[in-house]
């Protein structure tokens, strides 16, 4: 097991940013990390690399604690923060090396940077001051500097938020490459995203856990029918509610409605617009995409 979360939870003064939160990552997977803004993914990355600590609960990293441990881990883990912060007037070159030498790789070091810059497709970019590099380079300097010191164990916090489309295209290749070897872990708010790269998806919603499936099968999640509907009159909800299986009623502009259920409710909610004379002039199963079951899941 690569990385193992038991029962975390933080605080930030009384505000509760985890809660909770329990999940384990096997190694060479690769997990996509999903959850709206503020949902606490970069306050869980933080805490898996050692860089801040946490309220209550454990976290392991190739079986060891992370309090503990701290510095061993750090040595194990690339981190790619989510404003990576990197020093704009060394040149890509010189800074990859200072960081080489920051994990002290000794004789190494001249060949990890060219290799890493070989990976990263930085080559003709290395001679530039990374001040001067577009955000996607700036992004794969980030990716090198994370990989340098060849750890096991890949934590990236939203590595393609701001790229071009091009850009992405290149960075989630990238991380897809790494991955056949590496346990990653990727943060992002792009449904997309997760099913370009991951195996797996955790999704948390305010601190907690709201999913964890094979990022292929999370169509198959509890909530999976949407249906629209529109009356030619307003509807209580009340007979919405007494539909078995309606789990979630949003009322819309022009007597329009979202339904979500757990199974096909069409034919009950037909019958209940026949036996209140209510006229259902529409009524149109959603297709149902990771995007879509997101918004269920964290609403
Ligand atoms: P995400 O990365 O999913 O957007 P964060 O982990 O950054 O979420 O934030 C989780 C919650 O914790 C948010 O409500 C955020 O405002 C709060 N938070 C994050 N960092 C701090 C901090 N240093 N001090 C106080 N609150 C914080
Ligand atoms: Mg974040």
């Known amino acids: 097991m690569s990385i193992q979360v038991k029962e975390v939870s933080k605080f930030y003064g009384k505000q509760k940013a985890l809660d909770n939160l329990s999940f384990e990552i096997s190694d060479a997977e690769v997990v996509g990390f999903l959850g709206p803004n503020g ?7 933080k805490i898996i690399t050692g860089f801040l600590p946490q309220s209550s609960g454990e976290v392991f990293v190739n079986g060891m604690n992370v309090t503990e441990h701290s510095l061993e881990i750090r040595k194990q883990i690339g981190y790619l ?30 060949q990890r940077v060219a290799e ?10 290395q001679n530039k001051k990374i001040g001067a590099l577009s955000k996607g380079y700036r992004q794969r300097v980030g990716l090198a500097q994370a990989l340098i010191h060849d750890p096991k164990v890949l934590i990236l916090d939203e590595p393609t938020t701001g790229l071009d489309p091009n850009q992405l295209v290149e960075v ?3 991380i897809q490459d790494i991955g056949k070897e590496k346990t990653v872990m990727l943060s992002t708010h792009i ?5 370009a790269i991951c195996q797996r998806v955790l999704i948390i919603n305010k601190g907690q856990l709201v999913a964890d499936q094979a990022s292929n099968s999370i169509h198959s999640i509890k909530e999976s029918h949407v249906f629209d509907l529109q009356f030619t009159s307003p509807v209580s909800k009340v007979y919405f509610e007494n539909i078995e299986g309606i789990s979630h009623i949003e009322a819309l502009a022009d007597n329009r ?5 757990k199974s096909d409710v069409r034919e009950q909610i037909f019958l209940m617009a026949i036996s209140n004379q209510l006229v259902l002039i529409e009524m149109k199963a ?3 995409n990771l995007e879509s079951i997101f918004h269920e899941l964290t609403r």
């Open 81 to 110: 923060p989510e404003h990576n912060p990197l020093y704009l007037d060394l040149y890509v070159k010189e800074y990859l090396e200072y960081v080489a030498g920051i994990y002290k790789l000794g004789k190494k070091k001249k």
């Open 191 to 195: 449904m997309q995203e997760v099913e």
């Open 257 to 261: 409605y979202q339904i979500s259920a």
């Open 286 to 288: 959603q297709e149902r």
């Open 39 to 45: 949902a606490g993914k970069s306050t869980m990355m």
């Open 116 to 125: 890493m810059i070989d990976l990263t497709g930085l080559g003709l970019e």
């Open 172 to 174: 989630r290749q990238l």
